[in-house]
């Protein structure tokens, strides 16, 4: 994976002053500016080094990353994959855009909209290799998933096929089709975790009947699996099938083309690995699969005027706050992500390698696992459990993986976790197994 020297990019602040006289252009560069200080909590606190492209993997070489984020001093955030943990200037973006509306609705309302027209879609379009007008914004990926299921067009007994390792949010859609438009929602069961994704490929094609309309299956799934997309999505092309992914555990963490990938339908959280405020998705329809996705909520749309995006007022300051988001994973390059990513899983990994009773479920080969998530059992621990008691006893935050036949924990680091909280939490995991039960 290459690394790159950073060069040196200024702070900025967002006021009210510059929220108001900056268009879109001007919104873009209000990122990374100093964590600590600028909002008016903690003046005590210097302000975060200027955030620059890190040159190797090692912790000390992020530690100026690291410096974005206000967490709690000798708190240890541990579960990304749930809800990422945005840096300060997201945060102040978010309370910037609300200021601005608070004082000159009107003003704030037209700078956050140009804000979002000019920047954040073009740059969420850039960075997951699309066209702006194949990217809506949605809240999350459970509302992005469900606009896509409605919009698909079928007919009763038309066929669904789904993975057995999908997300509540990727499952209910379907469900809701079957149960008012007479959709039949078959699933194909794939091991966790799979050997290779040609063994997943072979599994979807063999579930594959002549009634199969969509294929619906994670990018990565909760449980850390990453699954052959593009190549799942070639076998749909070729059947005349629609693919339907849910990435809401990919973007952010690793590069994603969806023009490469292929895919017909793409929804996604921004809150997780893309560190975006809460309440942040996409939703994505190639341009050729508008004729076969229609709009969830206007009944005049054409493909030449899709109408995907969900009417009425929106969270303009959280959309808008994407902006510091997109400039923190820009500056310091997704590649370096997925890279510094891997390297602290790889890490985990290897200390779970040497702990009596420690079994690591994650796949095999990066081939078949994600940079970020580690999921593994602990003999004579309860998972749901251990993550309370690691909570309360070491103020480390991390989660339970009990499905797919797994008693499992999962570990999802992100670039503002270091090597030495890996050591912390293996250590208080280890201590679980002396506790009486």
Known sequence: MAHYQGTHRPSHHLTRRSFFTAGAAGLAATSLSACSGT??????????????????????????????FILEPGTAYMNNASLGMPPASVAE???????????????????????IAGRVVPGLASLFGAEPAEIVLTRNATEALHMGAVGVRLQPGDEVLMTTQEHPAGSRPWD??????????SKVFIPSPFETGEEV???VEEALTPATRVIAFCHVTRGGHLYPVRQLCALARERGIVSHVDGAQAVG????????????????????????????GVFYV??????????????????????????????????????ASLDFVETVGIDNIAARTRHLSDYLKARLAEMPGATILSGPTPATSCPGSTIFELEGVDAVEAVTLIAERAGIHIDEH??????????????????????????????LRSIPS
């Not at 302000?47 to 974005?68: I, K, N």
């Not at 601005?100 to 700078?111: C, Q, V, Y």
Request: a negative charge; aromatic letters at 6%; charged letters at 20%.
């Open 39 to 68: 909002s008016g909590t903690d003046t005590s606190a210097p302000p975060c080094p200027d955030l620059t492209r890190p040159t190797s993997l090692d912790d000390a070489a992020w530690a100026h990353v690291r410096a974005q």
């Open 402 to 431: 009990q499905r797919d036949g797994h008693n499992a924990i999962r570990i999802s680091t992100h670039v503002y976790n270091t090597t030495a909280e890996i050591d912390r939490v293996t250590e208080a995991l280890d201590g």
């Open 93 to 115: 973006a978010v309370a910037a855009g609300y200021d601005a509306l608070s004082r000159e609705p009107l003003k704030g309302k037209t700078a956050l909209g140009r804000a």
């Open 286 to 323: 190639r341009a050729d699969a508008r004729d076969r996705v229609e709009s969830a909520f206007a009944f005049d749309a054409t493909p030449e005027a899709p109408a995907y995006q969900p009417p009425g007022t929106t969270g303009l300051p959280v959309q808008a706050a994407l902006s």
């Open 176 to 185: 809701y089709r079957a149960t008012h438009h007479g959709v039949k929602v």
């Open 253 to 280: 963490m690793f590069p994603v083309d969806l023009h490469d990938l292929g895919c017909d339908t793409y929804s996604a959280s921004l809150h997780k690995w893309l560190l975006g405020p809460m309440g942040t």
């Open 201 to 203: 490929v072979r599994l």
